[in-house]
C-alpha cells in the first residue's frame, strides 16, 4: 500500500512542482497584461470543467472501476470526453470561425479536450487500485510544461503560448501512459461483488 501510495505523492510533489514553475515562468516569457488574460480564461475554464467534469466523473470513475461496473465506468468516460470535446469545438468555432472570443480561448478548449481523458483514465487506473499510471504519465505530463514554455518563447510569444504549451505537452503525458499501459495493461474491471 504505501507503495502505490508514493506514486501519489511523488505525481503531487514533482508533477504540482513543475505546474508552480511553469506559471512562475509566465511573466519572464510574456507581458503581464498578456499572463493575465491567458489566467483568466484558463481559470474560468477551470472553474466549469473540474468541477463538473474532472472531479465529478473522476470520482465517478473510481468508484464504478472499484466496484466492477464496467458499463457505468465506460457510460461516465464517454459522457466526459464527449462533453469536453463538444466545448472544445463550440470554442473553436467562436475563436477561430466567428472570432467572437480572442484565439486563447479556442487554444485551451483544445488542451482541455486533450488532457482531460487523461485525467478520467487516470481515474479509471486508480479505482483498480493502479496509481503508478498517475504517478508516472501525469507527471511527465507536467514536467514537459516549463521546458516547453521556454523553447516555444524563443519563437515569439503571446498570450496564446500558454495554452500552445498545455496542449503540447499532452502528447508526451499519453505516450508514457501508453507505455505503463503496454508494459502492464489494467486489469479488467472485476464482476460486481455477488454475482455468480
Known amino acids: ?5 508514493s506514486w501519489v505523492f511523488f505525481h503531487q510533489g514533482v508533477g504540482r512542482g513543475s505546474v508552480f514553475a511553469f506559471f512562475a515562468l509566465l511573466p ?7 499572463v493575465g488574460r491567458f489566467t483568466l480564461a484558463w481559470a474560468a475554464l477551470l472553474l466549469v470543467l473540474q468541477p463538473a467534469l474532472e472531479a465529478a466523473a473522476g470520482t465517478l470513475l ?15 468516460a464517454l459522457a466526459a470526453a464527449g462533453a469536453v ?3 472544445a469545438a463550440f470554442l473553436g468555432v467562436l ?3 466567428v472570432r467572437a472570443l480572442p484565439p486563447v480561448w479556442g487554444w485551451l478548449g483544445a488542451a482541455f479536450a486533450a488532457l482531460l481523458p487523461l485525467n478520467l483514465l487516470f481515474a479509471s487506473a486508480r479505482g483498480r487500485g493502479r496509481f503508478e499510471l498517475e504517478g508516472i504519465a501525469g507527471t511527465v505530463q507536467k514536467v514537459f510544461l516549463p521546458p516547453l514554455l521556454l523553447l516555444l518563447a524563443g519563437e515569439g510569444a503571446d498570450e496564446t503560448l500558454p495554452a500552445k504549451v498545455l496542449l503540447l505537452s499532452a502528447a ?3 505516450a508514457a501512459a501508453a507505455l505503463v499501459l503496454a508494459r502492464r495493461p489494467l486489469p479488467s474491471v472485476p464482476a460486481p461483488r455477488g454475482t455468480a
Do not use: D
Open 1 to 5: 500500500m504505501i507503495r502505490r501510495l
Open 28 to 34: 519572464l516569457v510574456l507581458p503581464l497584461e498578456a
Open 62 to 76: 473510481v468508484r464504478a472501476a472499484a466496484r466492477g461496473e464496467g458499463a457505468t465506468t465506460r457510460r461516465v
Open 85 to 87: 470535446a463538444s466545448l
Open 95 to 97: 475563436s477561430f470561425g
Open 172 to 174: 508526451p503525458g499519453w
